[in-house]
């Protein structure tokens, strides 16, 4: 089957360029993938994404119309099946890094709450080791 010819679906490989409304353009070669398996840093592109629900069922050479966050359009240079199925490593990277956020803000939050003036829960201290053992214990 001719790669031209290979409309965009879960798998593919995508080399697209955006194109802004000021003109200047960007390569950016993507995946697109389920929901559990997209981290966007990565290359990987999340089928339910307003821009991965754009590309769905176009071809290269296409010129997508997409006019969200300061881009006009998007070009489809290339189109190629991925062959194989796409690594959860990527997923587990996004779960620990999402993980890790969560767990940041736990602690930031009872920080904050301690060091409230007046607080009328009086002297509150964050109990960093019981809350770093939680982060611990959920993986």
């Known amino acids: ?12 490989r995508v080399l697209l360029e ?9 390569q950016r070669m993507l995946v697109l993938v389920a929901t559990r398996q997209a981290d966007f ?4 592109l999340d089928e339910n994404t307003p821009l991965g629900q754009a590309l ?3 071809y290269a050479g296409d010129v997508v119309p997409y006019e969200l966050g300061g ?6 240079l290339m189109v190629e099946p991925e062959g194989e199925g796409i690594s959860s490593e990527a997923a ?27 607080s009328k829960w009086g002297d509150y201290e964050v109990n960093m ?10 993986k």
Request: aromatic share 2%.
């Open 129 to 138: 080791d019981k809350l770093l053992d939680e982060d611990e214990t959920d």
């Open 92 to 118: 587990e990277k996004r779960r620990a890094a999402v993980h890790k956020a969560e767990a940041q803000s736990e602690i930031t939050n009872q920080m904050i709450f301690s060091t409230a003036s007046g």
């Open 18 to 26: 955006l194109i802004e409304a000021s003109g200047e353009r960007e």
């Open 41 to 44: 840093q990565s290359g990987f």
């Open 1 to 12: 089957m001719n790669a031209q010819k290979i409309p965009i679906s879960v798998n593919c």
């Open 71 to 76: 881009l006009k359009e998007v070009r489809i």
């Open 56 to 58: 769905v069922s176009h």
